[in-house]
């Protein structure tokens, strides 16, 4: 069993940054792919960025390409979502997700885990 806690969400102005972490309690969260999803009200929860477990090979999605960075510390058990130049559009609740390999780890189906999720707003 794996227990993510999301925090470092909140309210930023267009092109600002934040940086979102996800503490992982439990076992073997050095084995698992973590990856980020938000979703908007009435929207599917879409995938954002993924991490594998050695840090190598991250996924992003194309929205988010070359303003988020995941990167992950399996010392501290932590994952974190670095993302800079916001956009409104950017404005959901942001989920950390903890998953077994696979081979599609842009899909939410692919995770066992979920966190409770932290609100970002971007406001223009």
């Known amino acids: 069993q794996v227990q993510l806690v999301e925090s470092g969400g909140g309210l930023v102005q267009a092109g600002g940054s934040l940086r979102l972490s996800c503490a992982a309690s439990?076992?073997?969260?050095?084995?698992?792919?973590m990856g980020w999803f938000r979703q908007t009200p009435g929207k599917e929860r879409e995938f954002a960025a993924a991490?594998?477990?050695?840090?190598?090979?991250?996924y992003y999605a194309d929205s988010v390409k070359r303003r988020f960075t995941i990167s992950r510390d399996n010392a501290k058990n932590t994952v974190y979502l670095q993302m800079s130049s916001l956009k409104p559009e950017d404005t959901a609740v942001y989920y950390c997700?903890?998953?077994?390999?696979?081979?599609?780890?842009?899909?939410?189906?692919?995770?066992?885990?979920w966190g409770q999720g932290t609100q970002v707003t971007v406001s223009s």
């Open positions: 439990g076992r073997s969260f050095s084995t698992y792919t």
């Open positions: 991490i594998r477990w050695n840090g190598s090979t991250p």
């Open positions: 997700a903890a998953g077994p390999w696979s081979q599609a780890p842009t899909s939410r189906y692919s995770y066992h885990y």
